[in-house]
């Protein structure tokens, strides 16, 4: 059961969670029992994902670019929850973006990802530190990529991106570990959801044959791994990056 994870009354905010990875990861904190704030910049979707989870679910729109902006809601979560456990970085730019080989990527599209993608995570952690610290037993969760392992080949930039989010968590590690934060990073396969579906006209088939479990993840394999991240179970692991791809060979 969810419940015995020891995640119930925990304060977590969740940010890209209008929809596909961030609705489920915000979906099943609550269903262990815990308090969570839905966040995206898109705020109307974000609410859409409060009103669809109910109970001890609320929404916050908040640009993770935006230095105001995510201080902001840190102070909303502090208001609200009194305070924050578990941070799961899940926002970036993924769905829409095209494959381009690297010399073809578009050097505002380039700059894009990594505001979202690395400065975004950055400027999160450092919103919410104070809080993290306080807490006695934080916990950041960071979304990165498979991809970064396999090279992806035609997706530089957000391959790059992932590669620095990993980095910054086994930094981010060192330096919070005196205060009992954990700082891990999840890096799923390719996932079913909706922007994937979006990506890839064969989504269901795409690269099954080079895995060693024969599917593509679902967004509960996925949420699987930041229940256990956050959870006491974890409580001696920081600065792992936690690799759920079915296995994928990487020939």
Not at 85 to 107: H, K, M, P, S, T
Not at 157 to 166: L, M, N, R, T
Not at 183 to 202: I, K, R
């Amino acid at each position: 059961m969810v419940t015995e994870l020891g995640l119930t009354g925990k304060r977590v905010v969740v940010t890209g969670a209008a929809g596909g990875l961030g609705r489920a990861f915000a979906r099943a904190f609550a269903e262990a029992g815990a308090v969570v704030l839905a966040a995206d910049i898109n705020g109307e979707g974000a609410a859409e994902t409060a009103a669809m989870l109910g109970g001890t679910v609320s929404a916050a729109a908040v640009d993770v670019t935006d230095t105001a902006s995510t201080d902001a809601l840190a102070a909303l979560a502090a208001q609200r929850m009194g305070g924050t456990d578990v941070l799961v970085n899940n926002a970036a730019l993924y769905g829409g973006l095209q494959r381009r080989r690297f010399e073809e990527i578009d050097a505002d599209v380039w700059d894009a990802v990594m505001r979202v993608n690395i400065k975004g995570v950055w400027q999160m952690c450092r919103a919410f530190s104070p809080s993290l610290r306080t807490s006695g037993a934080g916990s950041i969760i960071n979304v990165a990529s498979a991809t970064v392992f396999s090279g992806s080949p035609q997706w530089m930039h957000y391959v790059a991106s992932k590669g620095a989010v990993i980095a910054m968590t086994r930094t981010m590690a060192r330096e919070m570990g005196a205060d009992n934060v954990r700082v891990n990073a999840l890096a799923p396969g390719f996932t079913l959801t909706e922007a994937s579906l979006d990506l890839m006209p064969d989504a269901k088939s795409y690269g099954v044959d080079r895995a060693s479990l024969k599917r593509n993840a679902e967004v509960e394999d996925i949420t699987g791994g930041a229940l256990y991240l956050a959870s006491p179970l974890a409580g001696f692991v920081t600065g792992q990056t936690m690799v759920i791809d079915g296995g994928k060979q990487f020939i």
